[in-house]
């Protein structure tokens, strides 16, 4: 199995973590302060989420948390999972109903946000990331599978 990691597959890890950190910490952000948490858990509520007063807190700090361990690569792979469970959440019980479209309700952005944590955790973070400067090649179980 051929173990080197070529620049394009560096850049790559590293575009796709820093683009997706920084929508979801955006996502993260607005939820505390745009809409506030109060705001996000009557969103929530109103959306069929349940116990939405546990789960919007929860969520906006995975988000904006999330989203900042993403760009910098660190706990890449936990947080990624995580984020894509997220994602997943989010795509049964509110988006699927409404359809592709965003401009719907639909689910085209989460399933985009989704499959990009999802791969971020198959992959790992790569070379340039806190990830790989703090921990080198024990980068977790499936390592030795990217």
Do not use: C
């Not at 939820?31 to 007063?53: H, L, Q, S, Y």
């Not at 994602?87 to 049964?92: G, I, S, Y």
């Not at 989460?110 to 400067?133: K, Q, Y």
């Amino acid at each position: 199995m051929d173990t080197t990691v070529s620049p394009a597959s560096t850049a790559a890890r590293l575009i796709v973590r820093v683009v997706f950190g920084f929508l979801f910490l955006a996502h993260g952000w607005q939820k505390f302060n745009e809409f506030t948490i109060p705001g996000t858990v009557g969103a929530f509520a109103g959306m069929g989420v349940p116990a939405a007063e546990v789960v919007a807190p929860i969520v906006a700090t995975l988000e904006l948390v999330g989203g900042a361990l993403l760009i910098v690569g660190l706990l890449t792979r936990p947080v990624a999972i995580l984020l894509t469970i997220n994602m997943a959440v989010a795509l049964v019980l509110v988006h699927a109903p409404a359809g592709v479209f965003v401009a719907d309700g639909g689910y085209e952005l989460v399933l985009a946000l989704g499959a990009a944590t999802l791969a971020l955790f198959l992959v790992g973070p790569g070379r340039i990331s806190l990830d790989a400067a703090l921990f080198g090649k024990r980068q977790g179980v499936l390592a030795k599978l990217a």
